[in-house]
């Protein structure tokens, strides 16, 4: 892994927003309702991040992360449940983990190389319908608990293991944001900036594509399986179109192909109903204001700093 100065920078910024959630937690300044926050923010940064992968630097438009984020939730909690009697918590945690981020990626890689073939509307029609169809078993399988809901999950992520969450985000976001500075990156950019001539050049267009499809979701199954121990009991319902919708929302807030936006877009709309709890009946439309005024200000822009150009003189240096 490539680690450079502004990699650096990053890690300092994010060491530094850990020592002061560390203090507010172990102050008391936090209530018990904000607490409980802290763990679904890193969970919705993972997913922003990692949608923004697909999204914002491949160029094509996904609806159905939420799909693989129930997967890996789902995947988890079953395995952390059998384990919990048998292997020490740590052990079972980081393993179901582990099978969370491979389930959802292995599922990433089917739906990936027939579906990627697809552009456009075609392709977030098929990735919302995958969500859909997802949600659908899992509310048939008896496994899963149907409709009831899947409860008795250990709670190995909640804010008091808000360490060991902070530091799989911090990998999440380091990993994919050196993907993007490679010549990797370089080439899934140059697929979405013109996939003809990003071809004519010798690049896999299917290859990439694929890569980063598999990579986005393996990390939505991971921030799923952070979510299904923090919560303690799942249900389909919680993983539909709605949230797929919700983690679109967080890129294109922050700025497609941005993932400082990304991040800051996340902590803002998780936080953002907790503060207008209070609003009653106008919590909804002052919601959406917010999201409009934000919209309105928002530098939507591409920053991933290389110009189509500049992206094929670089991979043709590097050939």
Same mark, same amino acid.
């Given at each position: ?117 697809? $552009? ?84 896999? =267009? ?27 009991? =799942? ?41 207008? $709890?209070?609003?009653?009946?106008? $919590? ?11 919209? =309105? ?15 094929? $003189? ?6």
């Amino acid at each position: 892994m490539k680690v450079n100065k502004k990699t650096i920078i990053n890690i300092v910024i994010m060491l530094l927003a850990y020592a002061l959630v560390f203090v507010l937690i172990n102050s008391g300044v936090l209530s018990r309702q904000y607490k409980s926050l802290i763990v679904p923010i890193c969970v919705n940064i993972m997913l922003a991040v990692s949608l923004n992968l697909v999204t914002g630097f491949l160029g094509e438009l996904s609806l159905g992360h939420a799909g693989f984020m129930s997967i890996g939730a789902y995947s988890s909690a079953l395995l952390s449940i059998a384990l919990s009697n048998t292997f020490p918590p740590v052990l079972a945690f980081f393993t179901a983990l582990i099978c969370g981020g491979i389930s959802a990626a292995f599922f990433g890689f089917l739906i990936g190389v027939p579906v990627l073939r697809l $552009r456009g509307d075609y392709l977030a029609i098929v990735t919302l319908a995958f969500g859909e169809i997802i949600k659908s078993i899992i509310n048939y399988l008896k496994i899963t608990g149907g409709s009831k809901g899947l409860s008795k999950i250990p709670l190995y992520s909640d804010y008091k293991n808000f360490t060991v969450v902070f530091v799989i985000m911090v990998i999440t976001i380091v990993l994919i944001s050196n993907l993007i500075d490679s010549r990797d990156g370089r080439a899934i950019k140059s697929i979405r900036d013109n996939d003809i001539a990003a071809e004519s050049i010798g690049i896999n =267009i299917s290859r990439y594509k694929v890569m980063a499809f598999v990579i986005a979701a393996g990390f939505a199954g991971i921030a799923g399986a952070l979510y299904a121990h923090n919560v303690g009991i =799942i249900k389909p319902g919680i993983f539909d179109y709605n949230k797929s919708i919700e983690i679109l929302v967080f890129v294109v807030l922050g700025g497609m192909g941005n993932i400082p936006g990304s991040i800051i877009s996340a902590i803002i709309l998780t936080l953002l109903p907790e503060f207008l $709890r209070g609003a009653d009946n106008l $919590r909804m439309l002052l919601y959406a204001i917010v999201l409009i005024v934000m919209m =309105i200000f928002n530098n939507s822009k591409f920053k991933s700093g290389l110009s189509l150009n500049s992206t094929f $003189r670089k991979l043709g240096r590097e050939e």
